[in-house]
């Protein structure tokens, strides 16, 4: 299973972005697919979290609201839609895929800047 994000890059404070998260090796979506990101010197954090059965989406309280996960069965790619970016939301961006209760495979990550 490869997961490879790409999206990312420098925006303005208030701006949007769009990340994509394409996968491969795999026929089928894990039942859990995520979002997390990393600022240095800070601890990994989850940003949003897609159950794919039910399509039940759950977002930290920092992004709630300004964040959207998604999917595109078709393409095999998961989503995050960026808005209303904070200068607090600068960090590499990493997607995952969850199997047997754990994320287990993870993507190299995309950088998002905001200034």
């Known amino acids: 299973v490869q997961l490879v994000e790409s999206g990312g890059g420098s925006v303005q404070v208030g701006g949007s972005l769009r990340l994509s998260c394409t996968t491969s090796?795999?026929?089928?979506?894990?039942?859990?697919m995520g979002w997390f990101r990393q600022a240095p010197g800070k601890e990994r954090e989850m940003v949003a979290t897609?159950?794919?059965?039910?399509?039940?989406?759950y977002y930290a309280d920092s992004v709630k609201g300004r964040f959207t996960i998604s999917k595109d069965n078709a393409k095999n790619t998961l989503y995050l839609e960026l808005n209303s970016l904070k200068s607090e939301d600068t960090a590499m961006y990493f997607c995952?895929?969850?199997?047997?209760?754990?994320?287990?495979?993870w993507g190299q990550g995309t950088q998002v800047t905001v200034s």
């Open positions: 995952a895929r969850a199997e047997v209760g754990a994320y287990r495979y």
């Open positions: 090796g795999s026929t089928q979506w894990s039942y859990c």
């Open positions: 897609l159950y794919t059965g039910s399509n039940s989406a």
